[in-house]
Every structure is written in structure tokens, then in C-alpha cells.
């Protein structure tokens, strides 16, 4: 059992970073704000291809330079409130968060909890 976490352990080193989804909420693309060599802040893209409309989602953001080390890691979320709607199926947000992650220059989302508008969650 030992080497089957140890192999999963080695091939996960070994992937180039990338986006991940949880129960059909998809990151679509994410981007870093950087000034004079610092990031600031990145933006994140979100589809939800779920059949229900999404009013809150959690994330992980992932920070690596351009020699893809990890550079540090920060939480994310947006929830819908009196003047943001819900997210409908097919739709999509684009969020701006703020981050100081010094040496980063590509950023990486890992959805880690939904919250759909019929009172069902999903993750964490």
C-alpha cells in the first residue's frame, strides 16, 4: 500500500502545474498581476458546467515562477450577494483577488468548495 502513495507521490512531482475542478466548477484561466517584479494580485476565471446555479466557491491559488517552483500558496473565494447573482449553468465570473507573492509569475486554481443556490455544497 506504502508504494502505491509513494508512485502517486513521485508522478504528482513531477506534472506541470495546472488548474483543478471540483463537481463541474471549472477554472478556465487565471493570470497574475505583477509590478515591478511582484505579484499584487491575480485574476481568476470560473465556469460552472454544473446542471444547478453556483452562489458560492472556495479555492486554492498556487503561485510558481517561470521555473514552475512553487513559490507560495494563498485562499480564494466569491460568493453572490445583493448585487452579484448566482452563477447559471454555462455561465461563467471572472474574480480579482489580491496576493503578494514575491517571485511568482503564473498562478494555478484549485476549487475546493461549492456552494450551490438549492442549499447542496460540494468538496472540503
Given at each position: 500500500?506504502?508504494?502505491?502513495?509513494l508512485l502517486s507521490?513521485?508522478?504528482s512531482s513531477f506534472l506541470p502545474p495546472a488548474h483543478k475542478s471540483l463537481c463541474s466548477?471549472?477554472?478556465q484561466k487565471a493570470y497574475s498581476q505583477n509590478i515591478l517584479g511582484k505579484n499584487v494580485g491575480y485574476?481568476?476565471?470560473i465556469k460552472n458546467n454544473?446542471?444547478?446555479e453556483v452562489d458560492g466557491i472556495e479555492w486554492t491559488a498556487y503561485f510558481y515562477n517561470n521555473f514552475d517552483?512553487?513559490?507560495?500558496?494563498k485562499s480564494g473565494s466569491w460568493e453572490s450577494g445583493n448585487f452579484i447573482s448566482p452563477v447559471a449553468t454555462g455561465?461563467?465570473?471572472t474574480d480579482l483577488e489580491g496576493?503578494?507573492?514575491d517571485g511568482a509569475t503564473k498562478v494555478y486554481i484549485k476549487i475546493t468548495r461549492v456552494h450551490f443556490t438549492d442549499g447542496t455544497t460540494c468538496g472540503k
Open positions: 500500500m506504502n508504494t502505491i502513495y507521490f513521485l508522478v466548477i471549472d477554472p485574476y481568476v476565471n454544473a446542471t444547478h517552483d512553487l513559490k507560495g500558496t455561465e461563467s465570473i496576493a503578494w507573492v
